[in-house]
T-cell receptor
Framework: ETGVTQTPRHLVMGMTNKKSLKCEQHLGHNAMYWYKQSAKKPLELMFVYSLEERVENNSVPSRFSPECPNSSHLFLHLHTLQPEDSALYLC?????????????FGPGTRLTVL | KQEVTQIPAALSVPEGENLVLNCSFTDSAIYNLQWFRQDPGKGLTSLLLIQSSQREQTSGRLNASLDKSSGRSTLYIAASQPGDSATYLCAVLADRGSTLGRLYFGRGTQLTVWP
């Protein structure tokens, strides 16, 4: 247990569906991250939130919409996804976004888009 | 752009062997380097973190070294066990001229240790 939980653990959705991924951290951290891990590429950073403000959007398509209502919760809202969006989506948190802050990862959500 | 490469992509060894996993990165301007373990269908577990000013870190049977100038790191696993079977990921926290660090990951080495 790393103190970062993600739900659901598995999700299958059609291209016209709307769904959301949830991440919660119990570590008192101020920064949260979304990563994508697909079979064809290394683990990629998608979004970074620091103190509930988005500080990085790594050229992610608008069909992915993040939300950070407070420092403990992070959501990834999904709509009109493509089959190539099928991947493992990992959430992470850290005390801050500075260069000496270690990131702690959740177990991930395995997403399949049909 | 920072690129991280891990060799080998896969490794299968009998129990008891000493192992070396390799990681290289293209831009030496890094703050730190981390080794992670990922079990099938699960998230990442941090194993070792080496700051850019350090040469190595040790935790139990694991030893990681860092040669920042040459852009290389190795993870040494002593006396391997079947429970070590997992994918090992290397990641560097890059200096992008701002206070926001960013992790760049390799594709990983898939390790299988058989009894």
């Amino acid at each position: 247990e790393t103190g970062v939980t993600q739900t659901p653990r598995h999700l299958v959705m059609g291209m016209t569906n709307k769904k959301s991924l949830k991440c919660e951290q119990h570590l008192g951290h101020n920064a949260m991250y979304w990563y994508k891990q697909s079979a064809k590429k290394p683990l990629e950073l998608m979004f970074v939130y620091s103190l509930e403000e988005r500080v990085e959007n790594n050229s992610v398509p608008s069909r992915f919409s993040p939300e950070c209502p407070n420092s403990s919760h992070l959501f990834l809202h999904l709509h009109t996804l493509q089959p190539e969006d099928s991947a493992l989506y990992l959430c992470a948190s850290s005390r801050g976004t500075g260069t000496y802050n270690e990131q702690f990862f959740g177990p991930g959500t395995r997403l399949t888009v049909l | 752009k920072q690129e991280v490469t891990q060799i080998p992509a896969a490794l299968s060894v009998p129990e008891g062997e000493n192992l070396v996993l390799n990681c290289s990165f293209t831009d030496s301007a890094i703050y730190n380097l981390q080794w992670f373990r990922q079990d099938p269908g699960k998230g990442l577990t941090s194993l070792l973190l080496i700051q850019s000013s350090q040469r190595e870190q040790t935790s139990g049977r694991l030893n990681a070294s860092l040669d920042k100038s040459s852009g290389r790191s190795t993870l040494y696993i002593a006396a391997s066990q079947p429970g070590d079977s997992a994918t090992y990921l290397c990641a560097v926290l890059a200096d992008r001229g701002s206070t926001l660090g960013r992790l760049y990951f390799g594709r990983g080495t898939q390790l299988t240790v058989w009894p």
